[in-house]
Structure formats: C-alpha cells, structure tokens
C-alpha cells in the first residue's frame, strides 16, 4: 500500500555540520508533510512542516524542502548541535486537515559525533 | 497547560489480563488519536476521534477498544491482552479548522507476558 518511508535508519555526523535526512512518499494525494523529532523516552515533538503547494520552508536552524515530482521530502538541519541526537520521522496527512490522522515513516535515528 | 497527558508510564500485564489507557489533553482540541510504536519502526495509527461521542478505526485496531465521553478524554481499552501488543502507545490531539499538527503525549510502555 501507499506509506511514507526513509531512507537510513541512521545518520551519523559530526558537531558543527549539516545535516540532511530524507524520506520518500507515494501518496500523490497527500496535502501536508511534517517533521517530528524523537528524544529516547518522549513522545513525537513537531519541528517543521510544510504543504503540498510549497517547495521550501525555513525555521530555525532548520529547513524542509519538498520535491512533488519525485516524492522526496528532506530535513537540513543546519550546525547540529549535541542535543539534535533523536529520531526523527516524517510523516504525511491527507487533504482536508488530516482529520483521520498522519501516516508515519519509520524514522532516522540522528548521532552527533563530538 | 499541561498539554496531553498519558496515565499510566509503565504497566506490565499479563497475557489475558485486560486494562485501560488514559489521555488527557487541556487544549480543548476536537481531536485525538491513539498510536502505537514498536521498535524500528513509526507511529500506527490504531483508533482516532474527531469530537466527543465519536470514534473510527485507524490502521491496527484489532484488540482494542477506545471511548470518548468527554472531550478531554480519549481511552484506549485492551480486553484480553496479547504479548503482540507489548508496545509504547503514545496519544495525540489537535485541533480542527484545517490544522495539521498533532501535539504528543509522554507514552505509555507496556509489557504483555
């Protein structure tokens, strides 16, 4: 069936870098895309999010940027810092607010090297 | 605010044995959801509401049941547990007018032996 998906299940990088983490989708119907953000024991914590009639969106440190001709949703995450290390999963609404909830991916699991 | 709050953090049950999950949000939002996460991979969806007094089926309901009697409130109800239903079961609410975003709360680890 349709799903949403990642590529790595884990992304290791260096204090200071950038960082990109990827997902793909294959609902064409999807109308919104958001990032959540993992730490070990929590629950999902929003991050960015960004609908289907836009290709970027920036906050802070942080940018998402939406390619609808291949499917390709990307996380930066611009001079990551010790307390980025989480899991993060996309993950994707249909039209209409969403209302019987986001499918989600299966998460990439984020390690900063010091 | 609180925000969504889960009761309780850690239970362990045995197989057959049956409980309930509570979720409290003081948002005042329309909506709530109830996810499961089993290690390696996302959220699943397994019983949603969009008001009080409504409920629907998301992606894994087999073996629970959930009730909204009050707005604030979202139960999730297992009457026989399984240990395929040892998980982390986290729920969510957000609220309506077109508004995406699902606020989370802590979890709830449970064990079925």
């Known amino acids: 069936g349709e799903s949403v998906g990642l590529h790595l299940p884990t992304l290791s990088v260096q204090e200071g870098d950038n960082s990109i983490i990827n997902c793909a989708y294959s609902n064409s119907a999807s109308d919104y895309f958001i990032w959540y953000k993992q730490e070990s024991g929590k629950g999902p914590q929003f991050i960015i999010d960004i609908r289907s009639n836009m290709d970027k969106r920036q906050g802070q440190r942080v940018t998402v940027l939406l390619n609808k001709t291949v499917k390709h949703l990307s996380l930066q995450i611009a001079a990551t810092q010790p307390g980025d290390s989480a899991v993060y999963f996309c993950a994707e609404g249909a039209s209409g607010g969403g209302a019987d909830g986001l499918t989600f991916g299966k998460g990439t699991h984020l390690i900063i090297q010091p | 605010n609180a925000g969504v709050t889960q009761t309780p953090k850690f239970r362990v049950l045995k197989t057959g044995q049956s409980m309930t999950l509570l979720c409290a949000q003081d948002?005042?939002?329309?909506?709530m959801y109830w996810y499961r996460q089993d290690p390696g991979m996302g959220l699943r969806l397994i019983h949603y509401s969009v008001g009080e007094g409504t409920t629907a089926k998301g992606e894994v309901p087999d073996g629970y049941n959930v009730s909204r009697l009050k707005k604030q409130n979202f139960l999730l109800g297992l009457e026989s547990a399984a240990p395929s239903q040892t998980s982390v079961y986290f729920c969510a609410s957000k609220s309506g007018g077109g508004s995406y975003e699902q606020y989370f709360g802590p979890g709830t680890r449970l064990t079925v032996t």
């Open positions: 948002m005042n939002h329309e909506y």
